[in-house]
């Protein structure tokens, strides 16, 4: 509220009130950032392997000058980028070793502003190699039969396979007998009719 006084001391009547308001300067703010993205990931959500995807999604008013992603909890660069989309290939085979991984991603605004995200996850590349199942092969040869030596004397409970000696290929190129008589001809004690075959092949199935 005013008054105004003229040279001969009159004095006008108060003005209308008028009420200032002044805002406080615009504080500029940091980068909003989502998430650390990681493709693929297992269902547990955590456990990684081979060569994954980490991205994120940021954005500022004043824009965002860059995007660094990092591993080993910020002690490692895996890249940069100055442009969306922001994300890039992570390789962690053979490079990084098994276990948890505390992935960091630090972006900055064009005010120098910066977010950080984090995330941990599971690297798990190497594969534990099956037992070997050993293989324990005999041999037995036809012609054994004519030394009095059968497929019958093979201790087959110290072997898992029996490798037979041996069989011909016939003129239109079938796998055939390679001598009949010893093979499945050969009659031994506890024999019957009814077998579909006879000699050193009934032997050694039956061992």
């Known amino acids: 509220m005013s008054k105004a006084r003229d040279a001969s001391g009159n004095v006008s009547a108060a003005s209308n009130t008028i009420n200032v308001t002044t805002s406080a300067p615009?504080?500029?703010?940091?980068?909003l950032v989502s998430s650390i993205q990681v493709s693929p990931i297992a269902s547990d959500g955590q456990t990684i392997g081979g060569t994954v995807t980490l991205s994120v999604n940021a954005i500022d008013d004043k824009g965002i000058s860059?995007?660094?992603?990092?591993?080993?909890?910020?002690?490692?660069?895996?890249?940069?980028?100055?442009?969306?989309?922001?994300?890039?290939n992570w390789a962690t085979d053979p490079w990084v070793p098994d276990g948890s991984q505390t992935l960091k991603v630090i972006v900055y605004d064009t005010a120098n502003q910066t977010t950080q995200v984090s995330k941990t996850?599971?690297?798990?590349?190497?594969?534990t190699p099956e037992p070997t199942a050993y293989k324990k092969v005999?041999?037995?040869?036809?012609?054994?039969?004519?030394?009095?030596f059968q497929a019958a004397d093979i201790d087959a409970?110290?072997?898992?396979h029996i490798n037979y000696a041996f069989a011909n290929i016939s003129s239109d190129g079938k796998i055939a007998l390679g001598d009949s008589w010893a093979d499945v001809e050969k009659p031994f004690p506890g024999d019957t009719a009814d077998q579909p075959y006879q000699g050193e092949f009934l032997s050694i199935n039956q061992a």
């Open 66 to 88: 860059k995007v660094e992603f990092y591993s080993n909890n910020g002690g490692y660069l895996i890249g940069t980028r100055t442009s969306a989309p922001f994300s890039l």
């Open 138 to 148: 005999g041999y037995y040869t036809g012609w054994s039969t004519y030394s009095n």
């Open 157 to 160: 409970s110290k072997l898992t």
């Open 26 to 31: 615009a504080v500029d703010q940091p980068p």
């Open 121 to 127: 996850v599971i690297v798990k590349n190497a594969v």
